[in-house]
T-cell receptor
Framework: DAKTTQPPSMDCAEGRAANLPCNHSTISGNEYVYWYRQIHSQGPQYIIHGLKNNETNEMASLIITEDRKSSTLILPHATLRDTAVYYC??????????????FGKGTSLLVTP | EADIYQTPRYLVIGTGKKITLECSQTMGHDKMYWYQQDPGMELHLIHYSYGVNSTEKGDLSSESTVSRIRTEHFPLTLESARPSHTSQYLCASIKTGWAEAFFGQGTRLTVV
């Protein structure tokens, strides 16, 4: 699986958009970009994923650059409850041989009042 | 709602004791994972399984062992607990081809 690089921490004011970047310059053509978040010490929660098109769901938007070497997770109106560690993961979706799901260090997002 | 369960939620045990942390899922997921995480620290993969009778070690070396005799069950065992094993242990599962991994509530282990 391709390696990802994320900033260790970010701040965002409540109500503003939070834009969390992720670099994955060694991504392969069949690898997807996944985002999870971990609130306090709970298990990580899936947010969104994409291959090459931008994606949006009720939680967030995912913007993937045309060369697929980087992506940005956007929380359009951050709330205090969005304070969490956000993980960007790159992996193959349909691997019959299995894979190790590694989360890395992620970005610690602090949403302030 | 995720159907993946870990027991116990909290465990305080003496040094040298043998313990088994239970993880079960009712979703028919083929892949299961164990993670170790200290407070405020990185989530480390210690074991994973592709399916029945397959187990692999993760990136973080661990003295624990796992087994996968049934699809739904992935227990983690420590033969002789030590204070250095004090941590939170999280179990997860995912179905091949699906996007979302589901996590259990975790087991907070304290070895005294």
């Amino acid at each position: 699986d391709a390696k990802t690089t994320q900033p260790p921490s970010m701040d965002c004011a409540e109500g503003r958009a939070a834009n969390l970047p992720c670099n994955h310059s060694t991504i392969s053509g069949n690898e997807y970009v996944y985002w999870y978040r971990q609130i306090h010490s709970q298990g990580p929660q899936y947010i969104i994923h994409g291959l090459k098109n931008n994606e949006t769901n009720e939680m967030a938007s995912l913007i993937i650059t045309e060369d697929r070497k980087s992506s940005t997770l956007i929380l359009p109106h951050a709330t205090l409850r969005d304070t969490a560690v956000y993980y960007c993961i790159v992996r193959v979706a349909n691997s019959n041989s299995g894979y190790a799901l590694n989360f890395g260090k992620g970005t610690s997002l602090l949403v302030t009042p | 709602e995720a159907d993946i369960y870990q027991t116990p939620r909290y465990l305080v045990i003496g040094t040298g004791k043998k313990i088994t942390l239970e993880c079960s899922q009712t979703m028919g997921h083929d892949k299961m994972y164990w993670y170790q995480q200290d407070p405020g620290m990185e989530l480390h993969l210690i074991h994973y399984s592709y399916g029945v009778n397959s187990t692999e070690k993760g990136d973080l070396s661990s003295e624990s062992t796992v087994s996968r005799i049934r699809t739904e069950h992935f227990p983690l065992t420590l033969e002789s607990a030590r204070p250095s094993h004090t941590s939170q242990y999280l179990c997860a599962s995912i179905k091949t081809g699906w996007a979302e991994a589901f996590f259990g509530q975790g087991t907070r282990l304290t070895v005294v």
